[in-house]
């Protein structure tokens, strides 16, 4: 069953961003994940305010896969910089419908 990492970031530093892409993208590929969205184009139409500079969507295969790219030790070090250098949330969600 799909699993998704929905995420908002917003930079507070620019630093940890060139070093940072090349080795989430290999290691979201690497655990079988595909960005579905990855924008500063959104808009929150509900709720209160949540501000993000970015969205970020990712579908995994499974959750083990989902937490086997955050327990990864190649990426342990851009994760800490991203954490570090920006205002983040994770959210990882099953793929299901629990109220159909």
Known sequence: ????????????SEDWIPGYLPTANARVAAYG????????????????????ALRIIIEWPSRESALA???????????????????????LIDGKDDLA
């Open 33 to 52: 994940g595909k960005y579905l969205a990855r924008t500063a184009s959104h808009e929150q139409v509900e709720g209160g305010t949540q501000p993000a």
């Open 1 to 12: 069953m799909a699993y998704y990492s929905v995420l908002d970031v917003t930079p507070t």
């Open 69 to 91: 790219f955050m327990a990864d030790d190649a990426y342990a070090p851009h994760l800490e910089a991203r954490t570090a250098g920006s205002v983040s949330h994770h959210y």
